[in-house]
């Protein structure tokens, strides 16, 4: 079973992949996890990424679906796997159908698209709380820590992140829209577009998914 999971920033997305992978023991390919790999046993991609992420500029797709095919072409993904921020935009979505085409002989199987109401993004992801000193991640709302803006763990100061700040948020939801329209419209000529209602509840989310996968 080969999954792309997309979604909005605060749409559940990791939480809903780790649920998949343990119920299913597939592979959970993250670009973020590649990229760090690469960057960090300096793999040619990976200086090139690097040398970009240095500058502060965004690692350009010929390089990161380079680290993707790389990661494909690895031998361990035939009991399935799901993609997780990836791809981004459609030339990205092309470069993965050819890529798979080639290795597999097949396209993506299923894409799970979580959607959730603006208003309920906004309150999810301004909510979180960072610790400075260990990283430890809480929600005002959903799992605060039992003293305010104090670490449980390490004691440190919770902040909330400039990227969690309101206005960035309704940006990068702006963004995140217009790239997802296109995929949406390229998987659904497919057939392997699935929309999923992410404003539910967490389970109620996972078995909704559950029975798409299964059906």
């Known amino acids: 079973m080969k999954i792309i999971i ?11 992949a780790k649920r998949i992978i343990d119920k299913y023991g597939i592979a959970h390919i ?10 960090k046993n300096q793999t040619e991609l990976g200086r090139k990424a690097q040398s970009y992420m ?22 361990d993904l035939n009991d399935g796997f799901i993609l997780d921020g990836y791809p981004r935009n459609l030339n990205q979505a092309e470069a993965l159908s050819e890529t798979l085409n080639s290795l597999y ?12 109401e603006p208003d309920l993004l906004v309150a999810r ?3 979180r709380r960072t610790c400075v000193g260990c990283g430890a991640m809480f929600h005002v709302e959903y799992s605060p820590s039992k003293m305010e803006g104090v670490c449980d763990k ?26 997802a329209n296109t995929l949406r ?20 989310i996972t078995q909704t998914i559950f029975e798409i996968i299964d059906g």
């Open 30 to 39: 993250s670009t973020g996890d590649i990229l760090r790999r690469a960057v």
């Open 125 to 127: 992801v301004t909510g």
């Open 185 to 204: 419209f390229y998987y659904s000529t497919m057939g392997a577009l699935r929309m999923v209602n992410g404003s539910q509840g967490v389970d109620d």
């Open 54 to 75: 240095d500058r502060g500029a965004l690692v350009p797709d010929e390089v990161v679906i380079g680290m993707v095919n790389e990661r494909m072409a690895e031998g």
């Open 154 to 179: 390490c004691g440190g100061t919770l902040t909330q992140r400039d990227d969690d700040k309101e206005e960035t948020v309704l940006k990068r939801l702006e963004v995140y829209e217009e790239q």
């Open 105 to 116: 002989g097949k396209d993506i199987d299923v894409v799970l698209d979580l959607s959730v």
């Open 6 to 16: 997309l979604g909005p920033p605060g749409g559940g997305k990791g939480t809903q």
